[in-house]
């Protein structure tokens, strides 16, 4: 069958889906952004003012991220893929786990952690396997390297790629995420009207909209119950004995 024509799974996924595999939110209580706010690590006006403890903070990020594991809701996106269906991921993580878990079509929203990038030219991007980033670490421009993130007040460059998959989804899945953060919140918005809409969320009840189907589950409850079913009937569906 051709790529075009199999329904499209398209998942948006938020940061619940992370925390179940250890990786702390910048909302939780406790955890590597209780003691940092945001303002102070996470803003080009923090990078400005004080580029060490920035690369500080995000190395401590970067070995959060290593020691974690794909968890049940990353492993079964990423199974439902391998069985032939067409499933593509928007993700507002920075993290990694998607792609271990072995799912190929990953848009990060706000980029990826375990790359580094150049001051001075958002093109250049470096992997970094091991280690971090120290000052002194430069591009082949000669410009510091940072963070491949993006901080609050900075553009999101991958927005008019998610645009793209929403627009073309047949089953749009949203995982983890209260949908509180722009601009990736108004993609629920853009895709087709027709086109089934699904939160799983552990506070599904409360988050969920007019169109929106809501799962009341952790991410690795609910993922995998409903991928159980679209890989058992091998279409893209809302079951009534999930949703009634």
Known sequence: MEETSRPHLV???GAGISAESG???????DGLWADHPIEEVATPEAWARDPERVLRFYDARRDQ???????????????????????????QNIDDLHERA??????????EI????????????????????ALGDVCDKGSQLRPDVVWFGEAVPRFDDALELVAEADLLLVVGTSLAVMPAASLLDEAPLATPRVLVDPEASE???????GLALPAGEGVPL??????RE????????VFG
Request: charged letters at 25%; aromatic letters at 6%; glycine letters at 8%.
């Open 207 to 213: 988050l969920t909209t007019a169109g929106v189907n």
């Open 11 to 13: 998942v948006l996924t």
């Open 102 to 111: 072995g799912s190929r079509q990953v848009v990060h929203l706000h980029g």
């Open 65 to 91: 991220v290593r020691r974690a594991r794909p968890n049940a809701a990353h492993k079964a996106l990423a199974q439902l893929e391998r069985e032939g269906f067409r499933v593509s991921i928007i993700t």
């Open 114 to 133: 375990l790359k580094a990038r150049s001051s001075v030219d958002e093109r250049m991007r470096y992997p970094l396997p091991r280690g971090g980033i």
């Open 23 to 29: 990786i702390q939110t910048f909302r939780a209580a």
């Open 234 to 241: 091998g279409r893209l569906w809302l079951p009534e004995t």
């Open 226 to 231: 409903l991928t159980r079913h679209w890989r």
